[in-house]
Structures are given as C-alpha cells and as structure tokens.
C-alpha cells in the first residue's frame, strides 16, 4: 500500500473508515438496501478485481471515498486518474441521490479541467504542427464524402442545408486565413 499512498490524514481516515465499512459489511449486503462496490486500491492505479479488494459503500460513502482518494495518491500519474474518477463520480451524483455543495462541484471541475488540459498538452499528436493548405485540401476532400462528418450535420444529428455548408465553408476559411496570419507574424 505505501507504494500507492501518502502517509498523511486523508489515508488515515480512508483506511479506518474502510475497517468500519468492511465490519458493516454483511449487514449491509443481508438489508437489500443500495450499496456500491469500491475497490479498496483502484484497478487503474494496479489494484486487484478480487472480492478482497473490494467492499459495499453507500453512495454517499463511495463520494467520500473518492475524494479522499484525491488527495493521498504519491504520484501525479495516481492523482490524475483518482481525480478523474472522482470528477465522473460527482458527475453523475445527482442520479444517485447525492447533492454536491457548489465548493464541492467547484473545486471537483477544477481539478478535472486541469487534469484534462494537461493530459491533453501531453497527448496531442499535432501539438506545435500546423496544418498546410495541401493537408487541409485532403482531409476537406475525405470529409466531403463522410455522412457523418462534423461539417455535414449539426450537432442535433440534422442535415446542413446547402446554403448552411457554404456560410459554415466561408467562415472556415476566414478562421483559417486569420490563423495562418496570426502565425505568420509570430
């Protein structure tokens, strides 16, 4: 476990609070009442899939659980999983009955959308590229042909009227024409 945790508060009141859930347990499981499985060192930091790395959570155990998941990972590598999965928790609390206090949201976005950037400074593969006109020629020609490419419907999934595609075509080219420009000057 000390491969994955900080020694700090939030472990400490993580693990004790999981030692009174597990002794609840059965309890839980026999009342048929609702109940979430958490694993105990989540899969996508190297835990387990096993029964003994897992245990019953109310929902609103299961959010308190996360969020301190959050705060005791060693590496940025953990922190950023735990907080994207915390981030996907309280996302869809409300389903389950939980009511997020605005700091509790605010503070839960923030660090998403940090994460989010981030793994998308890192990840994206024409970071610092730009694309040339003949590049923009060919990827417009295999779109053209492409039913279901973003130019060719709205986001609602209707159809782009003729004249709709030609004023979205004029503004592209407009953004594109500013862009090269802007990056010309630079």
Known sequence: ????????????????????????????????G?????????????GKNTRENKVFLSPKEHYIFHHLLTKMMKT??????????FWQLSHGAKRKGIRLAPRQHDWA??????TQSE????S???RGHKHTERAKEQN?????????????????????????KKAKSIAMKAMWAANKEKNTKD
């Open 140 to 164: 417009s020609l295999k779109m053209k042909g492409n039913k279901n490419a973003v130019g060719n419907k709205s986001r609602s999934g209707d159809k782009w009227s003729e004249a709709a």
């Open 76 to 85: 940025a590598e953990h922190k950023v999983k735990m907080i994207q999965a």
């Open 34 to 46: 609702y109940f979430e499985k958490h694993h105990i060192i989540p899969t996508s930091i190297g």
């Open 1 to 32: 476990m000390n491969d994955y945790f900080l020694d700090n508060k939030y472990t400490k009141w993580y693990f004790s609070s999981l030692v009174k859930a597990q002794r609840q347990e059965q309890a839980r499981i026999e009342s048929g």
């Open 124 to 126: 994206c593969p024409f």
């Open 119 to 122: 793994f998308m400074m890192r």
């Open 109 to 114: 976005r923030r660090q998403f959308a940090a």
